[in-house]
């Protein structure tokens, strides 16, 4: 039996048909990528990004405005992405706007083909380049979720119907198993998939023994039954970033066996070669990635990975071949 949910409506087929949706319907072991749109308008930074991950992905997040730093519109560079043949899931955060202007946004990305939507809070203000900046929160990420999964239905979130019925939207949502209370994540996931979450993409997986045993709470609760839970991974670029993940980074789990093997890395590299130090660093994360992939493949109830390289989608190749993804599969229309 296939760790995949059932994502397909056998009233209608397929919700969205995108490639991502198939891949799961089909039984197939998922990976998803991650594009960050530029701090500038130049659509090349778009245009190669999607390059590095064409073929590689069954889809690809365009964040929005991440860290809360103003960036490209993510509609807007998903775009572009499709344009390139790559497969956008386009991110959408409650912190800039009200429901009136989300679902204006999601009927424009619909209008260009583009429904593949992940349902976020969005990180504070306060990290990012405008402090300063009025967040909106008008609604909260579950209704979020529950109101694109109305606009699917053919209704706006005031009840009144769309002329020519709703769009296809694949409506994903995100879930950190290692925040506090960690007793209550399994149940936070159960209300997202439960509000009509058809995919779910999680924090960054470091500490695989803890994700374990959250999903086998999510496995009992039969929440893997009604959502595709795709587990974050992600390669580590240096031993300061796993020290700086794992101690300044709420919500994160990295066990200190990923510091040590990283800082054990380029124990005999020169400390003066910061080239060799940092390919070496770059080298042992993809590996230390791989492993976990592989290890989180085994795992009940995991439908796939989301690949978070920040800032080096390079990584997503070497990474997607070494874990044993790489074809992926072909799947049709219908």
Not at 91 to 99: H, P, S, V, Y
Request: glycine letters at 10%; charged letters at 25%.
């Amino acid at each position: 039996m296939s760790n995949a949910a059932e994502v397909q409506d056998p009233a209608s087929g397929f919700k969205s048909g995108s490639c991502l949706e198939r891949v799961l319907a089909g039984g197939h072991f998922a990976v998803t990528g991650e594009i960050g749109p530029p701090k500038g308008w130049d659509p090349e930074v778009i245009r190669k990004k999607s390059e590095l991950l064409l073929g590689y992905v069954d889809g690809a997040n365009i964040t929005d405005n991440q860290t809360a730093i103003v960036r490209m519109s993510s509609i807007a560079a998903g775009i572009i992405a499709k344009q390139q043949g790559l497969e956008p899931i386009i991110q959408m955060t409650c912190r800039d706007r009200n429901r009136l202007a989300m679902q204006s946004d999601l009927l424009g990305a619909a209008a260009h083909g583009i429904n593949s939507v992940l349902c976020l809070s969005g990180d504070h203000q306060s990290f990012g380049n405008h402090p300063g900046a009025k967040n909106v929160h008008d609604i909260d990420s579950l209704q979020l979720v529950q109101m694109v999964k109305g606009l699917r239905e053919g209704r706006f979130q005031c009840g009144e119907e769309i002329k020519g019925g709703g769009p296809g939207y694949f409506v994903g949502a995100a879930a950190n198993p290692f925040a506090d209370p960690l007793d209550w994540r399994p149940y936070r996931l159960a209300k997202k998939a439960a509000a009509g979450a058809d995919f779910i993409q999680t924090q960054l997986v470091f500490d695989v023994e803890h994700f374990r045993e959250y999903m086998k709470k999510v496995v009992d609760l039969g929440v893997h039954e009604r959502t595709a839970i795709l587990a974050g991974v992600g390669p580590l670029k240096s031993t300061g970033m796993a020290k700086y993940m794992r101690d300044r980074v709420p919500g994160m789990m990295v066990p200190d066996f990923c510091v040590k093997r990283m800082a054990d890395a380029v124990a005999e590299v020169d400390p003066d070669d910061k080239k060799a130090r940092a390919e070496t660093w770059r080298a042992e994360g993809i590996k230390l990635c791989i492993e976990q992939i592989q290890e989180i493949r085994e795992i009940e109830g995991v439908a796939g990975v989301h690949i978070m390289a920040i800032e080096w989608e390079a990584a997503i190749k070497p990474l997607v071949e070494g874990a044993g993804l790489y074809p992926r599969p072909e799947v049709g229309d219908e």
